[in-house]
C-alpha cells in the first residue's frame, strides 16, 4: 500500500539554509564534475574506497563509473540529497549521511582528487541510508541480549546496482519502510514534537489519587491536562464528574492500565508522562518497525509483550484476543523478542523442567531433601524414569547433574492442559497454567520465559477451526484421554513475539505501554549515541 502525500515531507521541514545549498546543488552541474574520470579522479576514489572492500568492489566492477559527481548523475544525486534531509522525521542519525555536509562538500570539491573523495563519500552515505532505512539503524542484539529477532539486511551490492540502474526516485522510494504502522508511526513523531514546541500538556498533576466525586485543584489539574492531551472536550467543571471519568477510563484503555475510571497513583504517574518521553518512544517504536519483515495481511499471531496481550490478525483485522503472562523482569527470564512458525500444539503436555531451572532451584532442593517436588519424575539420559532412591543428589553440581526432571500430565501440570509450539532455540512457547490468578493482575511479568496464555482453550478451538468443522469437539475428545496428543496444524502460522511500548491501534490512534524491561530505555541511548538528536528532548 503506497502514501505518496508521507513518503515525500513537505519541504518546509527542511531547514531554510540547506534548502538554499541543495537548491544550488540540485540545479547545476559543478564544473569538476563535467570532466571525465581522469586518472586522478580514479586514484583518489579507489584509494579513498579502499576501507570498505564492498564500495572498492563496486567501483571497480563498474571502471570506476560514477555514481554521483558526474555530469550525468544531476537526478540521482538530486534525489539522494532531497531523501537523506528527511533523516530526522525518521528518527535516524543525521550525521551519518548529512545532506548539508555532502552538500558543502560537492559545493568545495576543486580537483579530481576532491571529487573521487566526495563520490566515495557519497556512497558511504547512501548505504548507510539504505541500510537505516530498510532493517534500522542499530543491531539489536548489542543493545540487550533479549532482542534476538533476525534483522535482514540488503546486500550492498543489491543497493548498489538498483541506484545505479533504476529510476532513482523509485528506488530511494523502495528504502523507505511500507507498513501502515510505520507511517502512523511517523505522524505521531511529527505530532509529537509540534506538542513539545507548544509547550507539552501543561501542568502535571501532583496529587494522587483523584476519586470521582473529588474537587479541588488536583481535580482542575487533571482536568486540564486531559483536556490538552485530547482526552476531554473543554470544560469549566472543577468536579470529578461523568465526563471526566468516562476520559480517564479512554486514557487507561490506550495505555494498558485497568479501565476503572478512577485516577489512581498508577493512572496519575502515565498521566503525568510529557510528550517528550512519548516522542523517546515513538522513535525506538520507529527502529523496532524497521526491524520487521512480515506480511502484516497474512493471518498471524501478535505477542506484544508490554501489552500482556496476545492476538491472532487476519488481513489486519484481530480475530482473537486473549490475555498472556509474560517472563518475570530478571535476568535469564524475560521473554525474548523474535519470530517463528507455530507447528502443532500438544494436548496434555507433560513438562520437560528446563536445565536452568533444574539446577537453580531444584537440584538444591533435592540435595536436602530427595524427596521434595514430589510432582516431577527423575529422569535418565534414555528417557527412563528413575527411584529417587538410587540417586544421590549431593554427589553433583549444576555442571554434572546427568538427570532430568519430568511433570507427567496433571491437573496441576506447569504447562496447564495445553501448549503452543513454533520451536525455536530459545524453548519459548505459549501454554496454559494452572495459576489464573495472575490474569487479573494489570502488569503479568511472572513466568520464566514462556507466555502464559488466560484463555488456551478458546485459542486451541480457533486455530483447530481451520482445519476441521468439529474443533471443539475433536479437542475435548484428545483432551478426556488424559494422554499426551500432539496434533499437527495442517499450515504453519507465524509468531510474532515483539516489545512495542508506543503503538498505533488498528484505527490508527496512539496506545502506550511501561517498559517494563527497560528494553527501550536501552535502545533510546543507543540511538542517542548513534547520533539521533530530537528538538526539545533531553537525555
Known amino acids: 500500500m503506497d502514501f505518496p502525500a508521507l513518503r515525500r515531507l513537505p519541504s518546509r521541514t527542511l531547514p531554510r539554509t540547506l534548502l538554499v545549498s541543495l537548491s544550488l546543488v540540485l540545479t547545476q552541474n559543478l ?58 522525521d525518521h528518527g535516524l542519525p543525521v550525521a551519518r549521511y548529512d545532506a548539508a555536509k555532502l552538500t558543502r562538500a560537492l559545493q568545495s570539491a576543486e580537483t579530481e582528487g576532491d571529487r573521487g573523495r566526495v563520490e566515495v563519500e557519497m556512497t558511504r552515505a547512501y548505504l548507510a541510508w539504505a541500510r537505516d532505512l530498510t532493517s534500522g539503524a542499530l543491531e539489536p542484539k548489542e543493545v540487550d541480549s533479549g532482542i534476538v529477532r533476525e534483522i535482514n539486511r540488503i546486500d550492498p551490492k543489491v543497493l548498489l546496482a538498483r541506484i545505479a540502474n533504476g529510476d532513482p526516485e523509485a528506488v530511494l522510494a523502495w528504502l523507505e519502510p511500507k507498513s501502515v504502522e510505520y507511517l502512523q508511526l511517523m505522524k505521531a513523531k511529527l505530532g509529537l514534537e509540534a506538542l513539545v514546541a507548544a509547550g507539552g500538556w501543561g501542568e502535571t498533576v501532583a496529587a494522587s489519587p483523584v476519586q470521582p466525586g473529588d474537587t479541588g485543584p488536583a481535580v482542575i489539574a487533571l482536568r486540564d491536562r486531559l483536556v490538552r492531551m485530547g482526552y476531554l472536550a473543554p470544560t469549566a467543571s472543577a468536579s470529578y464528574d461523568r465526563a471526566l471519568q468516562a476520559a480517564v477510563t479512554s486514557f487507561q484503555l490506550d495505555h494498558g492500565l485497568t479501565p476503572d475510571g478512577a485516577a ?23 527502529e523496532r518497525e524497521r526491524w520487521m519483515h512480515i506480511d502484516r495481511e497474512a493471518k498471524h499471531v501478535w505477542v506484544n509483550l508490554p501489552d500482556f496481550r496476545a492476538k491472532i490478525i487476519d488481513g489486519g483485522k484481530t480475530i482473537f484476543e486473549t490475555r498472556v503472562v509474560i517472563g518475570k523482569n530478571v535476568p535469564d527470564q524475560r521473554s525474548p523478542e523474535f519470530s517463528d512458525e507455530m507447528e502443532h500444539m500438544v494436548i496434555n503436555p507433560s513438562w520437560g523442567v528446563p536445565r536452568s531451572i533444574i539446577v537453580k532451584e531444584y537440584l538444591p532442593l533435592l540435595q536436602q531433601n530427595p524427596n521434595a517436588v514430589g510432582h516431577l519424575q527423575v529422569v535418565d539420559g534414555r528417557g527412563r524414569v528413575v527411584s529417587r532412591g538410587s540417586v544421590n543428589f549431593a554427589a553433583y553440581n549444576a555442571r554434572n547433574f546427568p538427570y532430568a526432571l519430568r511433570q507427567p500430565p496433571s491437573d496441576g501440570n506447569a504447562l496447564g492442559k495445553v501448549k503452543f509450539m513454533f520451536p525455536n532455540p530459545y524453548n519459548i512457547y505459549l501454554h496454559d497454567t494452572p495459576s489464573k490468578s495472575l490474569f487479573d493482575k494489570e502488569v503479568r511479568a511472572y513466568s520464566h520465559g514462556c507466555i502464559r496464555v488466560a484463555d488456551p482453550f478458546d485459542l486451541a478451538h480457533e486455530l483447530l477451526s481451520w482445519q476441521t468443522d468439529n474443533a471443539e469437539a475433536e479437542f475435548e475428545a484428545a483432551l478426556k484421554t488424559g494422554r499426551e496428543t500432539t496434533v499437527k496444524l495442517k499450515q504453519s502460522l507465524p509468531v510474532h513475539l515483539v516489545y512495542f511500548t ?12 511501561r517498559d517494563i524491561y527497560g528494553r527501550d530505555a536501552a535502545l533510546w541511548g543507543a540511538l542517542q549515541a548513534a547520533g539521533v538528536e530530537l528538538a526539545g528532548v533531553q537525555g
Open 264 to 286: 489512581g497513583e498508577g493512572t496519575v504517574a502515565e498521566i503525568n508522562i510529557g510528550p517528550e518521553e512519548r516522542l523517546k518512544s515513538v522513535v525506538v517504536a520507529m
Open 31 to 88: 564544473a569538476p564534475m563535467a570532466v571525465a574520470q581522469t586518472a586522478a579522479f580514479t586514484q583518489s576514489l579507489a584509494a579513498t574506497a579502499s576501507s570498505d572492500e564492498a564500495i572498492a568492489e563496486w567501483y571497480r566492477s563498474t571502471a570506476y563509473d560514477t555514481l554521483w559527481t558526474g555530469a550525468d548523475d544531476v537526478a540521482r544525486r538530486s534525489a539522494f540529497l532531497t531523501a537523506i534531509a528527511t533523516a530526522k
Open 502 to 513: 508506543a503503538y498505533p491501534d488498528q484505527k490508527g490512534r496512539m496506545t502506550y505501554r
